[in-house]
């Protein structure tokens, strides 16, 4: 009876043993499943894909710093060639301003150069006349034999013939002259100042012009009412004709009358060599 309880105990004890272990191996199997194939190939392409990342983040630093680099390098040229700019701007300005102000200077010492030689020209022209004065056929003169030298002009008396005024005029042109402008009052009083026969009447070169209905002188140029008297204005105002010199004064005349003229031209420079 005894032996039969043993075999049953054993007989029970094995059974929960192996019952036990499959309830193990149960366990076992659902706390730690087997890994699939499936999750690997997705935690390996994690891997590459975190690897990449990492590989382009290491890659875009570099390149930050490299961009970084040749931009600072970049300003810096462009600082220099901006300070290269300036000067050479200010260099240009300079020019510019010294360009500008050249024709400035150039043209005060024309001025100089130019008043200087009017003295010059003045002085030259006084020495001659002493010497005239002293010498009446001086090399200086700058007048022709038989005209008389006042100021800048050279006049000729033609007290020996009579004619027209226009055929005066004529004769005047024949010899590079015109019949004679009176300018100032200067001029007048030297005209009256000549050795000139009492009985003498010239042509000047005013004359009534019928086309601008005025007087005119013979370049054309209005006559000044301050060079005339009163009386001789008011006498040129109410005729037509031509005007002739008897005296210091003016009068009107046919332009056909016969009387003698004064030529005028203008008198050459004196040359400081013919002073010797």
Known sequence: MSEEVTYATLTFQDS??????????????????????????AALSLLIL??????????????????????NSDSERLSQLQKINHQQQDNLSQQLSNYRN???????????ISGLLKQQEQMAIKLCQELITHTSDHE??????????????????????????????????????????????EEKDFLKSQ????????????????????????????????LFSTKEYAQINGSKGCAYFQKGKIYVSRCSAEISWICEKTATLVKIEDLD
């Not at 382009?56 to 961009?67: D, E, N, R």
Request: glycine share 4%.
């Open 16 to 41: 929960v043993e192996a019952r036990n272990n499959r309830d193990r191996n149960n366990l076992r199997k659902r706390g730690c499943p087997t890994p699939s194939p499936t999750w690997h190939q």
């Open 50 to 71: 975190c690897l990449m990342l990492l590989i382009g983040l290491v890659t875009l630093g570099i390149m930050f710093l490299q961009t970084s680099n040749e931009i």
């Open 195 to 226: 050795a000139l026969p009492k009985f003498s009447f010239f042509w000047l070169g005013l004359s009534w012009d019928l086309s601008r209905k005025s007087w005119l002188w013979e370049d054309g140029s209005i006559p000044s009412p301050s």
């Open 140 to 185: 200086c003169n700058p007048c022709s034999k038989m005209w008389q030298w006042y100021q800048n002009s050279c006049y000729y008396f033609a007290t020996n013939e009579e004619t027209t005024w226009t055929n005066s005029r004529n004769n005047c042109l024949h010899q590079n002259s015109t019949l004679v402008k009176i300018d100032s009052f």
């Open 102 to 112: 050249f024709p400035t200077k150039e043209e005060y010492l024309k001025s100089q």
